[in-house]
């Protein structure tokens, strides 16, 4: 993925939020699931195929504190993650 | 342990009914449980609720899942859930349809098959006559679909000196990537065959002995959470720990030998939220009048269960002399019921003391 690209998350997904600081992305089709943190559930609730990623990552800034910088890189890299598991796709005709 | 705010998998005893009546069953014959099912509106709405908890897993059980006609309907409520199932059965009522059907919906992580021997004889001495030849046709139909299927074997008196054969039967004849065991144990139905069935500790040894070396031939093929292998397995390095004065185990010295509660939990055929489909009894509300959540997080039951690890073996006067109690974890809360009407004590099941009290020796332990 690229950082205009706005991921789509994959409808049959399921997000397990299990306690305040952990989570489970879990695709019942794959089984695949991946465990993320408060910071990998806000990107997840803000994909949405119309937020981009770089989008993603300004709301991810503002809404943490202690946010290095190149947090973006960061954002991509568990968007790509996602997307090779089948969790993300990328909206159509969306920039990038 | 933090409690984790929704269960992550359902045990779902969809059907009281079976049309199996196997000598071990430890799910029929239980004074403190009603036997009676509840109509598939029931069941959607549940699943309704356990896809808004974000549940990844329901295990179908019962009685005999097959047994209801409405199955698919209830596997489809399942799906469309956003959930993935599991199906405990014995086998005998899977035709080639419903085999298909399961494929199809790409959910199912394992259709699990009860075959207690490698013929007629021997499996159909708990199970009943033309159990076995009717098991093994509804698993091959099953594996022409490519599901995947899993195996219990329950060792009894019946089948525990056939096991080399059992082995031999399902993981060379018939393909399979693996099997699990377990043993009869003084539960349900068993209850009232426990001389017939269960084994003593000359035959424990001789399971123990046989399953570890069946395990060798079969790397990674032969699994079992309770029962002689995991016994043998966990004596082993109890004997050798005890021998070197080794220090406490880290789950050891307390009752931390379950932790399905922090995970799972279950329902009854007649709707009932239990703990496990072992502790039957201790009810903890009903589905779509009680808040699966709130249930999960409030229930005093499951707090109790929950507790257990902070519970000492010194506690228990059997196990305060005990030379291995540093390295023991106490083994399961159902067990332990059904032999002492306490769930917060030690099980006398995989008591290492036991077996060699009752006649065991430790060079019986491979």
Same mark, same amino acid.
């Given at each position: 993925?690229?950082?205009?690209?706005?991921?789509?998350?994959?409808?049959?997904?399921?997000?397990?939020?299990?306690?305040?600081?952990?989570?489970?992305?879990?695709?019942?089709?794959?089984?695949?699931?991946?465990?993320?943190?408060?910071?990998?559930?806000?990107?997840?609730?803000?994909?949405?195929?119309?937020?981009? @990623?770089?989008?993603?990552?300004?709301?991810?800034?503002?809404? &943490?504190?202690? /946010?290095? $910088? %190149? =947090?973006? !890189?960061?954002? @991509?890299?568990?968007?790509?993650?996602?997307?090779?598991?089948? &969790?993300?796709? /990328?909206? $159509? %005709? =969306?920039? !990038? | 342990?933090?409690?984790?705010?929704?269960?992550?998998?359902?045990?779902?005893?969809?059907?009281?009914?079976?049309?199996?009546?196997?000598?071990?069953?430890?799910?029929?014959?239980?004074?403190?449980?009603?036997?009676?099912?509840?109509?598939?509106?029931?069941?959607?709405?549940?699943?309704?609720?356990?896809?808004?908890?974000?549940?990844?897993?329901?295990?179908?059980?019962?009685?005999?899942?097959?047994?209801?006609?409405?199955?698919?309907?209830?596997?489809?409520?399942?799906?469309?859930?956003?959930?993935?199932?599991?199906?405990?059965?014995?086998?005998?009522?899977?035709?080639?349809?419903?085999?298909?059907?399961?494929?199809?919906?790409?959910?199912?992580?394992?259709?699990?098959?009860?075959?207690?021997?490698?013929?007629?004889?021997?499996?159909?001495?708990?199970?009943?006559?033309?159990?076995?030849?009717?098991?093994?046709?509804?698993?091959?139909?099953?594996?022409?679909?490519?599901?995947?299927?899993?195996?219990?074997?329950?060792?009894?008196?019946?089948?525990?000196?056939?096991?080399?054969?059992?082995?031999?039967?399902?993981?060379?004849?018939?393909?399979?990537?693996?099997?699990?065991?377990?043993?009869?144990?003084?539960?349900?139905?068993?209850?009232?065959?426990?001389?017939?069935?269960?084994?003593?500790?000359?035959?424990?040894?001789?399971?123990?002995?046989?399953?570890?070396?069946?395990?060798?031939?079969?790397?990674?093929?032969?699994?079992?959470?309770?029962?002689?292998?995991?016994?043998?397995?966990?004596?082993?390095?109890?004997?050798?720990?005890?021998?070197?004065?080794?220090?406490?185990?880290?789950?050891?010295?307390?009752?931390?030998?379950?932790?399905?509660?922090?995970?799972?939990?279950?329902?009854?055929?007649?709707?009932?939220?239990?703990?496990?489909?072992?502790?039957?009894?201790?009810?903890?509300?009903?589905?779509?009048?009680?808040?699966?959540?709130?249930?999960?997080?409030?229930?005093?039951?499951?707090?109790?269960?929950?507790?257990?690890?902070?519970?000492?073996?010194?506690?228990?006067?059997?196990?305060?002399?005990?030379?291995?109690?540093?390295?023991?974890?106490?083994?399961?809360?159902?067990?332990?019921?059904?032999?002492?009407?306490?769930?917060?004590?030690?099980?006398?099941?995989?008591?290492?003391?036991?077996?060699?009290?009752?006649?065991?020796?430790?060079?019986?332990?491979?």
């Amino acid at each position: 993925m690229k950082l205009d690209d706005a991921p789509v998350p994959n409808p049959v997904v399921v997000l397990r939020e299990e306690s305040d600081d952990w989570a489970i992305l879990f695709n019942p089709d794959t089984s695949a699931a991946v465990g993320t943190n408060p910071v990998g559930v806000e990107i997840w609730k803000q994909a949405d195929g119309t937020r981009s @990623l770089r989008d993603i990552a300004a709301t991810v800034a503002r809404r &943490f504190s202690n /946010v290095p $910088e %190149g =947090a973006s !890189g960061e954002v @991509l890299s568990f968007a790509d993650e996602l997307a090779r598991d089948g &969790f993300f796709g /990328v909206a $159509e %005709g =969306a920039e !990038g | 342990m933090r409690v984790i705010r929704t269960p992550r998998y359902v045990d779902v005893e969809i059907t009281a009914a079976c049309n199996q009546r196997c000598s071990y069953c430890y799910f029929f014959d239980n004074p403190e449980v009603p036997y009676h099912d509840l109509p598939l509106g029931e069941w959607l709405s549940f699943f309704e609720e356990l896809g808004r908890c974000g549940v990844m897993r329901v295990t179908l059980q019962g009685g005999e899942p097959f047994m209801r006609g409405d199955l698919r309907e209830v596997i489809s409520g399942v799906v469309e859930n956003r959930m993935r199932f599991a199906v405990l059965s014995n086998g005998t009522l899977i035709d080639d349809s419903m085999a298909a059907f399961i494929a199809r919906t790409n959910r199912c992580d394992q259709v699990q098959v009860s075959v207690d021997g490698p013929c007629a004889r021997i499996h159909d001495a708990t199970r009943g006559r033309g159990s076995f030849d009717a098991a093994i046709a509804g698993l091959k139909r099953l594996q022409s679909h490519s599901i995947p299927v899993g195996v219990r074997v329950t060792i009894s008196r019946h089948n525990v000196g056939h096991l080399e054969e059992t082995a031999r039967f399902l993981l060379e004849d018939l393909g399979l990537a693996r099997f699990g065991t377990n043993s009869a144990g003084y539960i349900g139905t068993c209850r009232r065959h426990a001389d017939e069935l269960l084994l003593d500790p000359a035959l424990h040894a001789e399971a123990m002995q046989a399953l570890v070396r069946i395990a060798g031939r079969y790397p990674g093929r032969v699994l079992a959470n309770a029962g002689p292998l995991a016994d043998a397995l966990t004596w082993r390095k109890m004997l050798d720990a005890a021998g070197c004065g080794a220090g406490t185990f880290d789950d050891g010295g307390r009752l931390t030998g379950c932790g399905c509660h922090f995970t799972t939990c279950a329902v009854r055929a007649d709707g009932v939220i239990i703990p496990c489909v072992l502790l039957a009894h201790m009810e903890m509300g009903r589905i779509n009048k009680d808040s699966l959540e709130a249930v999960w997080n409030n229930s005093p039951v499951l707090a109790e269960l929950r507790s257990r690890s902070s519970i000492e073996l010194k506690d228990f006067e059997y196990c305060r002399a005990c030379l291995y109690s540093p390295y023991c974890t106490g083994s399961c809360p159902a067990m332990a019921y059904t032999q002492s009407r306490r769930v917060n004590a030690p099980s006398p099941d995989g008591c290492l003391r036991r077996f060699l009290d009752s006649g065991g020796r430790p060079e019986d332990i491979p």
